[in-house]
C-alpha cells in the first residue's frame, strides 16, 4: 500500500539548468498539491491539479514554473532556467477529493533541489 | 504576510510532562485547522484537526483547542513521550490550499 512516492529524493542542478520532480499521488488519489519548503520556514502552497487540470496555481512563481497531471503517469514539476533561490525541499501531497477541509493530505518525503 | 504564525521556533520538555505548541492566525476565512508532525528527511504527516465551529478536538494524548476569538490554536501533547520529538506544523485550510506556520521544534528528553 504505497503512499506518496517522489522522486528524485535529492536532486542536483548547476544554475540555468533545468529540474523535473516527479510526484505519484497514492492509489486512489486524483487530486495532487505542491508545496515548497524554504531553509527554516514553512510549506508555502504553490499549485493544486486535478487529472489533467490545474484548479488553483496562486502560489506559483509567474515565470520558469510550471506543473502538469497528466491523464497517465505521475505529476510533474518543472523549473526551467534555475536559480541559487530555487534551493528547496519540494513536497507532493495527494488527496482523494478535493480541498483539504474534509480530506487530509497524505505528503510524499520530498524532493531536495540543490541549486550550484 | 504571514497568515499563520507560529511564534515559538523550539520547544524542550521533559518526558511525562505536557506539551502545549501555539499557533496564531490572522484570516478569519479560515474554516479548518490542522497539525501534522514532520521528521527529518520525510514529508508531514497529519496528526489531528479541528473544524472552526468547534473549540476542543481530542485524540489519544493529543488535544486541539481552538479560540476563535483570539485567533489561536494550541496542540496539547500528554503525556509527552521521546518519540513524539519532531517538528510540528500547524495549518489553516481556506479554498484549495493548507497555509502553514513556520513550525515548532518539539524535544522530548527521556
Known amino acids: 500500500n504505497a503512499g506518496v512516492m517522489q522522486n528524485p529524493r535529492h536532486l542536483v542542478r548547476r544554475r540555468g539548468q533545468e529540474a523535473r520532480l516527479r510526484c505519484s499521488p497514492m492509489?486512489?488519489?486524483?487530486?495532487v498539491y505542491w508545496y515548497r519548503q524554504l531553509p527554516e520556514e514553512g510549506l508555502k502552497f504553490m499549485v493544486y491539479?486535478?487529472?489533467?487540470?490545474?484548479?488553483?496555481e496562486s502560489g506559483m512563481p509567474k515565470e520558469r514554473f510550471s506543473a502538469e497531471f497528466p491523464k497517465e503517469g505521475p505529476s510533474i514539476l518543472r523549473i526551467q532556467q534555475v536559480v541559487r533561490g530555487d534551493s528547496a525541499a519540494y513536497f507532493c501531497?495527494?488527496?482523494?477529493?478535493?480541498?483539504?477541509?474534509?480530506?487530509?493530505?497524505?505528503f510524499g518525503s520530498g524532493t531536495q533541489l540543490s541549486v550550484l | 504576510d504571514q497568515q499563520v504564525k507560529q511564534n515559538s521556533p523550539s520547544l524542550s520538555v521533559q518526558e511525562g510532562r505536557i506539551s502545549i505548541l501555539n499557533c496564531d492566525y490572522t484570516?478569519?476565512?479560515?474554516?479548518?485547522f490542522l497539525w501534522y508532525k514532520k521528521y527529518p528527511a520525510e514529508g508531514p504527516t497529519f496528526l489531528i484537526s479541528?473544524?472552526?465551529?468547534?473549540d476542543k478536538n481530542e485524540d489519544g494524548r493529543f488535544t486541539v483547542f481552538l479560540n476563535k476569538s483570539a485567533k489561536h490554536l494550541s496542540l496539547h501533547i500528554v503525556p509527552s513521550q521521546p518519540g513524539d520529538s519532531a517538528v510540528y506544523f500547524c495549518?489553516?485550510?481556506?479554498?484549495?490550499?493548507?497555509?502553514f506556520g513556520g513550525g515548532t521544534r518539539l524535544m522530548v528528553k527521556p
Open positions: 501531497a495527494s488527496s482523494r477529493g478535493r480541498g483539504a477541509t474534509n480530506e487530509k493530505l497524505f
Open positions: 492509489k486512489g488519489h486524483s487530486h
Open positions: 491539479l486535478q487529472k489533467e487540470n490545474i484548479i488553483d
Open positions: 484570516n478569519s476565512m479560515f474554516d479548518y
Open positions: 479541528i473544524s472552526s465551529i468547534k
Open positions: 495549518a489553516a485550510n481556506a479554498g484549495n490550499m493548507l497555509t
